[in-house]
């Protein structure tokens, strides 16, 4: 009895080393590791934002920078005068905090760059523009050159956000940077755009929400976050009385992307919709103007999420052989539906400015956001011009119960085949 007494508790120490010789490597690993973070952190402020000797511009380099998290930083380089009067300006224009620690890192890695401070960047800055010796009333724009040049071999696009992050920290101070922003290349993507047989083929392959949210997305052009956060109450008074064309009204969005004032869906869309709200009524869900338009599968009446709309959309383009699951979101997206849309409207021959105003874009021009207003009703009537080609299903409200016995089938045979 001893004897087999002394063998279990030998195997019962033998699990437990096992079992948490693991865990304890990896509390050590962390302890080590958060005492060389606190070290770095605290030499970095022993020299404030960086430790150099030298503010040489010619030997500085972008890479090798400090480990310390990007919010510690963006706290350190808060802490001068220049750089609060630039968040209180950039406060003016936007509430998009991403935005503003994005630039702020910019900023940081600037600093770093020149071996300078913000407040000595604008110092230097002020100094140049009152001095009449022109090699050094242009080293400010020599400095954003030379960081541009050198960041730009890791992201283009990133070296002009970080180009007019810096050129708006000079402003805010008033000691504005007479420069050009660079833009960067424009890549075309190789993306097709579905044709309408396409999108048809992916549509009869889903169940009905998905492919009323297809079948938007074909015919708006929308963005996928916008469809998303659509209620009822911003479909027109053409939804309930099924007159075809229906207007849709989204919800007015401020900032960089906004969103369309008007914009409006075919016929065979308005049909899905009324079929998928009778659906969900039938499932006990009382439908009012705040119910959005596309919801969540679990049936609680929640907001479709980004993430699983994008996933229906990938899952339609596999299922319906359009792409593959290699290819994945690289070769088709939804933003694939708004050139499409696009593409469309300006070869109906609709002025470009309201084309942008379908789609909340920026209108075009100078002066087009001022001169160039359309109504609704010219609108409605600039976007019959291309139901024909816009529309996925050309069929009545008589016969939209033949799409449910189409994708039945459509279903059937795909099981099979596999």
Same mark, same amino acid.
């Given at each position: 009895m001893?004897y087999?007494f002394?063998?279990?508790?030998?195997?019962?120490?033998?699990?437990?080393?096992?079992?948490?010789?693991?865990?304890?490597?990896k509390y050590?690993?962390?302890?080590?590791q958060?005492s060389?973070?606190l070290?770095?952190?605290k030499?970095?402020?022993?020299?404030?934002?960086?430790p150099?000797?030298e503010?040489g511009?010619e030997?500085?380099?972008?890479?090798?920078?400090?480990?310390?998290?990007?919010?510690?930083?963006?706290?350190d380089i808060?802490?001068?005068?220049?750089?609060?009067?630039?968040l209180?300006?950039?406060?003016?224009?936007?509430?998009?905090?991403?935005?503003?620690?994005?630039?702020?890192?910019?900023l940081?890695?600037?600093?770093?760059?020149?071996?300078m401070?913000?407040?000595?960047l604008v110092?230097?800055?002020i100094?140049?523009?009152?001095?009449i010796?022109r090699?050094?009333?242009?080293?400010?724009?020599?400095?954003?050159?030379r960081?541009?040049?050198e960041?730009k071999?890791? $992201?283009?696009? @990133?070296?002009?956000?970080?180009f /007019?992050?810096?050129?708006?920290?000079?402003?805010?101070n008033? +000691?504005? !940077?007479?420069?050009k922003?660079?833009?960067?290349?424009v890549?075309?993507?190789?993306?097709?755009?579905p044709?309408?047989e396409?999108?048809r083929?992916?549509?009869d392959?889903?169940s009905l929400?998905?492919?009323?949210?297809?079948?938007?997305?074909?015919?708006?052009?929308?963005?996928?976050?916008?469809?998303l956060?659509?209620?009822q109450?911003?479909?027109?008074?053409?939804f309930?009385a099924?007159?075809g064309?229906?207007?849709?009204?989204p919800?007015?969005?401020?900032?960089?992307k906004?969103?369309p004032?008007?914009?409006?869906?075919?016929?065979d869309?308005?049909?899905?919709?009324?079929?998928y709200?009778?659906?969900?009524q039938?499932?006990?869900?009382v439908?009012?103007?705040?119910?959005?338009?596309?919801v $969540?599968?679990r @049936?609680?009446?929640?907001?479709? /999420?980004?993430?699983g709309?994008?996933?229906?959309?990938?899952? +339609?383009? !596999?299922?319906?052989?359009?792409?593959?699951?290699?290819?994945g979101?690289?070769?088709?997206?939804s933003?694939c539906?708004r050139?499409?849309v696009?593409?469309?409207?300006?070869?109906?021959?609709?002025?470009l400015n309201?084309?942008?105003?379908?789609l909340g874009?920026?209108?075009r021009?100078?002066q087009?956001?001022?001169?160039s207003?359309?109504?609704?009703?010219?609108?409605n009537?600039e976007?019959?011009?291309?139901v024909?080609?816009?529309?996925?299903?050309?069929?009545s409200?008589v016969?939209?119960?033949?799409?449910?016995?189409?994708?039945?089938?459509k279903?059937?045979e795909l099981?099979e085949?596999?």
């Amino acid at each position: 009895m001893t004897y087999w007494f002394y063998v279990l508790l030998i195997a019962v120490l033998i699990i437990v080393v096992v079992f948490f010789t693991p865990f304890i490597i990896k509390y050590r690993r962390r302890k080590d590791q958060g005492s060389r973070v606190l070290e770095t952190v605290k030499a970095d402020e022993e020299s404030d934002i960086i430790p150099r000797e030298e503010p040489g511009i010619e030997s500085m380099s972008i890479t090798g920078r400090s480990t310390i998290s990007v919010t510690k930083r963006n706290e350190d380089i808060e802490r001068y005068e220049s750089v609060r009067v630039w968040l209180d300006e950039l406060g003016k224009k936007t509430f998009n905090k991403a935005m503003v620690d994005s630039w702020l890192s910019y900023l940081q890695k600037f600093c770093e760059f020149t071996g300078m401070k913000p407040d000595q960047l604008v110092d230097e800055r002020i100094e140049e523009m009152a001095s009449i010796d022109r090699k050094k009333r242009g080293q400010s724009k020599r400095m954003l050159n030379r960081f541009y040049n050198e960041y730009k071999n890791r $992201s283009q696009p @990133g070296a002009c956000v970080a180009f /007019t992050a810096l050129k708006s920290f000079y402003r805010a101070n008033d +000691a504005a !940077v007479n420069v050009k922003t660079p833009v960067a290349a424009v890549v075309r993507e190789r993306t097709s755009i579905p044709t309408q047989e396409q999108i048809r083929k992916m549509a009869d392959l889903c169940s009905l929400r998905d492919r009323a949210l297809i079948v938007f997305m074909a015919e708006t052009g929308m963005r996928i976050s916008e469809i998303l956060g659509l209620k009822q109450k911003h479909l027109g008074p053409e939804f309930k009385a099924s007159e075809g064309i229906c207007a849709v009204y989204p919800p007015i969005k401020s900032g960089r992307k906004s969103s369309p004032l008007v914009t409006f869906i075919c016929s065979d869309t308005v049909d899905l919709l009324q079929k998928y709200f009778e659906a969900r009524q039938r499932e006990g869900e009382v439908i009012t103007g705040e119910s959005y338009l596309f919801v $969540s599968s679990r @049936g609680t009446g929640s907001q479709l /999420t980004r993430v699983g709309a994008y996933k229906i959309i990938l899952k +339609a383009g !596999v299922r319906s052989g359009l792409i593959t699951e290699k290819q994945g979101v690289k070769a088709f997206h939804s933003h694939c539906f708004r050139k499409r849309v696009q593409t469309i409207l300006e070869g109906s021959g609709i002025p470009l400015n309201w084309v942008d105003y379908l789609l909340g874009h920026k209108p075009r021009g100078a002066q087009a956001s001022a001169y160039s207003l359309p109504t609704d009703r010219q609108l409605n009537e600039e976007y019959q011009k291309a139901v024909q080609k816009l529309q996925i299903y050309r069929i009545s409200r008589v016969d939209g119960g033949s799409i449910e016995r189409i994708s039945e089938q459509k279903t059937e045979e795909l099981q099979e085949r596999a």
